[in-house]
């Protein structure tokens, strides 16, 4: 397992996942398959695992694609420092995963556009929204089909928590909150 892991066991707030340091899709395919591990060993339901694997891969793409510090590898593929972290809460049996990394600010303004263009959809809306955006050459990108704040939304059961943090003259720390 990559050296960057710290894995706690603690409940209730406390980490069960921690990963602080340099990400990339080798190290995020080991991270998604071990908390898929780790969760179906604690008898979780399939259906609340997959929600959470999807979740972080989705998370983990995201910031090798947009983080402000994420570079090519000797590989030719993105890899990027940043932190996640997975949280349990027996009392309400969620999970909570977040995430912090950098982010040029002008980004600031297209997630807060595509947070608001989603906010008041209900999961039938947000699947209409899927089903359209895959099949459209619309929103496609770089990175992909632009479905990832849909899915995440779709995915976790409180709305998506964003916090924008001043961290120089030219980046924010971008701290992000999903819940399942």
Not at 75 to 95: A, G, Q, W
Not at 157 to 165: Q, R, V, Y
Request: proline content about 1%; glycine content about 4%.
């Amino acid at each position: 397992m990559d050296s960057g892991l710290k894995l706690c066991l603690n409940i209730d707030g406390d980490h069960i996942y921690e990963f602080s340091g340099k990400m990339n899709e080798k190290s995020m395919i080991a991270g998604a398959n071990y908390i898929e591990q780790l969760l179906l060993e604690k008898s979780v339901s399939q259906n609340k695992v997959q929600n959470v694997f999807e979740l972080f891969i989705e998370t983990i793409q995201n910031i090798l694609n947009y983080s402000s510090n994420s570079v090519k590898g000797d590989d030719n593929k993105r890899e990027v420092n940043c932190n996640c972290v997975l949280s349990y809460f027996t009392d309400d049996n969620t999970y909570i995963l977040e995430s912090c990394n950098l982010i040029h600010k002008h980004q600031k303004k297209i997630i807060e556009e595509k947070l608001n263009a989603i906010r008041d959809l209900d999961k039938q809306a947000l699947r209409k929204l899927i089903r359209k955006h895959s099949r459209s050459k619309e929103k496609k990108h770089d990175h992909g089909a632009g479905l990832g704040y849909i899915l995440m939304a779709l995915k976790s059961t409180l709305p998506i928590e964003i916090k924008f943090i001043e961290f120089n003259d030219k980046t924010l720390k971008y701290r992000q909150k999903l819940v399942v």
